[in-house]
């Protein structure tokens, strides 16, 4: 039986960290009350990615949630920065372009259309996205509308960014390319990550650490210090190796 970490909670790096101490989280259900997580303790200092796996219904998007603040838990407390969710899906809307779409964050914050677009304008060419500022949703790539969804994300100007299975829907070889681009991307615009993942070679690419939950209800079983330098590929033997490891907490063998 793997136990739950016992180190004690990392401090929260000046207010762009993250800190989820002992959490409980409770839904009631036509079925009952279903327990979502329980005692849950996740802590990711500032600039740090903290990949989250665990099977599903353990209460990894609950986990998200409360740390946005889109729920409250019913005990232990949870600090963090403001954060700004990228859901599994993208939820770009179809009559806008890549730019209006990704401008929404700021026209959110008020900043009106001609004004945003200016701001978002710059952005678009960095995400590998030139020459599609009026092009709508139907028309892009899979990988195309997750770099649209994701700059959005950016734009809302948040320190904190979580990231919902963001690379779920696509096929495994443009996943794979918008790993290597994400990792591209948080080096020149480092953000606090809280990144969940079904993924296990993801959460070791993408993640300082890997925090591995148990089945609902949800808690932190085992932690994973990943400490190589990026970029990372699958293919690396320390990737290889640390992946086998998280497998294991899972009970994945073979």
Partial sequence: MIEAPTQEPRELDGIDGVSVEFVSRRFATRRGPVQALDGMSLHAATREIVAVVGPSGCGKTTLLELICGLQRPDSGTVRSAPAAMMPQTDLLLPWLGALDNAALALRARGVKRTAARALAAPWIERFGLGGFEETRPASLSGGMRQR????RSMLAGKPVLALDEPFAA??????????????????????????????????VVLGDRVVVMSPRPGRAMMEVEVGLARPRRRTDREV?????????ALGVTG
């Fill in 148 to 151: 649209v969804s994701f700059l």
């Fill in 170 to 203: 696509l096929d495994a070889i443009t996943r794979a390319e918008m790993q290597t681009w994400l990792q591209r991307v948080l080096v020149d615009e480092p953000r606090t990550v809280v990144l969940v993942t079904h993924d296990v070679e993801e959460a």
């Fill in 240 to 248: 290889v190796a640390l992946r086998e490891q998280v497998y294991t």
